[in-house]
C-alpha cells in the first residue's frame, strides 16, 4: 500500500509558474513508475509526465517542454514544475505510483485564469 499526498496547486495566471508535491508514504526508489495525471471538468483523466525508477522521464506532448517532473529521494517526494501555464492546464492534478498495484493521491486543484 503506497499513500500519497498532493501540494501546491492553488490559482495562478497565465504564464505563471506552480510547483507541486506528492509526498509517498514509502521509498519512492521501490517504486517502479510515479506519475503526475490531471483531469479537467467533462474530461477523462490524461497522464501529463512520469518518472521510471531508473530516472527516466515521459511527458504529454501539450506539456512538453513547460512542465518538468523530478523527484527527491530524500523526501520521498516526486515535484511538478509547471511553466508558461496556459488556462487550458486548468485541472485537478493527481499522483500516481505503480508498483504492483496503482494507488493515487486525492488531487490538488490547478486553476489558470487568462
Known amino acids: 500500500q503506497v499513500q500519497l499526498v498532493e501540494s501546491g496547486g492553488g490559482d495562478v495566471q497565465a504564464g505563471g509558474s506552480l510547483r507541486l508535491s506528492c509526498a509517498a508514504s514509502?521509498?519512492?526508489?521501490?517504486?517502479?513508475?510515479m506519475a503526475w495525471y490531471r483531469q479537467a471538468p467533462g474530461e477523462q483523466r490524461e497522464r501529463v509526465a512520469l518518472?521510471?525508477?531508473?530516472?527516466?522521464?515521459n511527458y504529454a506532448d501539450v506539456v512538453k517542454g513547460r512542465f518538468f517532473i523530478s523527484r527527491d529521494a530524500a523526501k520521498n517526494t516526486v515535484y511538478l514544475q509547471m511553466n508558461s501555464l496556459k488556462p487550458e492546464d486548468t485541472a485537478v492534478y493527481y499522483c500516481?505510483?505503480?508498483?504492483?498495484?496503482?494507488?493515487w493521491g486525492q488531487g490538488t486543484q490547478v486553476t489558470v485564469s487568462s
Open positions: 500516481n505510483a505503480r508498483n504492483g498495484g496503482s494507488f
Open positions: 518518472i521510471s525508477s531508473d530516472g527516466s522521464t
Open positions: 514509502v521509498s519512492i526508489f521501490g517504486i517502479n513508475v
